[in-house]
């Protein structure tokens, strides 16, 4: 009988409803609800006696119905490409301090540039599973992106696309590379070669302008064969700067899409016998924490990343809290770091 009893208060715990703990209580639904909510309105020994029973029978609420009837599941999505590297990191710091502030959860999701996972994690939004999406980096269209904007809550974070109905915080990237190919130009560099990351991303696409730019502006000729395209890894960086280098008329600078890209553009260099700044130059992107354990130390543009998060998640939580909508395009400002990768500045 007492094993009976066991089983039956095992399977009592398993199943346990708020219905339940409010009839073992003597107690309204309502009533439990209060009290699991911290609700001041409840006297203090129904209180003690709904949590007496709450915790003899370990009763876990369901935070999935709550959340469904409140409209509201104080989570956020955010989507990203990779977690791979650093920079990514800062940028999620960022968002946590800003939801932290407002009580938000941050889930950080993966898609491995695969749409269809991407879409899969979209449901999750639709199905008012989570209140609002960031996307760091998205493989959906502009259009997809659009008709989602105007449903839910969505904010682009650093790779832009323009997609209506929804907000964006970036920096400009093809000035941020004008600025980079002409802190090479000032130093003396005139042979100046990039190493871009995908062409599928709109950020790669910019900062081709603005060195194209720069390259315009100070009479400098564009050549094709010191323009190459990367995954954005170190990998990439080092054999596209070996093949640079096997030139019969190689680069004397290389503008790199990411620290990453110039990290491998770095190593590859020295393996071929030159000497950096001397010989090659190096500027790299983001301004990661590696950029300043290379050897030598990156010149870097720097973008703020922990701001670019912190505005992201504030432009998202203003859109899903208020009737007032606004569809923000945010740029912050760069800067390029000098270290040791490139020479001063030639008087």
Known sequence: MTELRGKGRKQMQKSMTIQEVARLAGVSVATVSRVLNGSPLV????REKVLAIVEKFDYQPNLLGRDL???ETMKVLVLTSSLDHSFFGDIVTG???RAQEDGYYVLICPTSNNVEREK????ILKNRLAD????ISSTLTEEELSALGQKYSIVQCCEIKEASHTCSVSIDDEQAAYDAVRHFIEAGYRKIALIGGP?????TSLREQGYRRALQQYDIPYREEWLKYSNGNHEDGARLAGVLLGLSDPPSAILCMSDSIAIGCVNAIQRNGFTIPDDVAVIGFDNTREATMA???LTTVHQPKYDLGYVAMNLLIHNMTS???RYEKVTLAHELIERESTRAQVK
């Open 43 to 46: 006297k203090a020994k129904t």
């Open 69 to 71: 009837r409140r409209s």
């Open 95 to 97: 968002m946590e301090a």
């Open 120 to 123: 899969e994690l979209f449901q």
């Open 132 to 135: 609002g999406v960031i996307v």
């Open 199 to 203: 062409t599928a991303i709109k950020s």
């Open 295 to 297: 050897s030598p130390a």
């Open 323 to 325: 009737a007032d909508k």
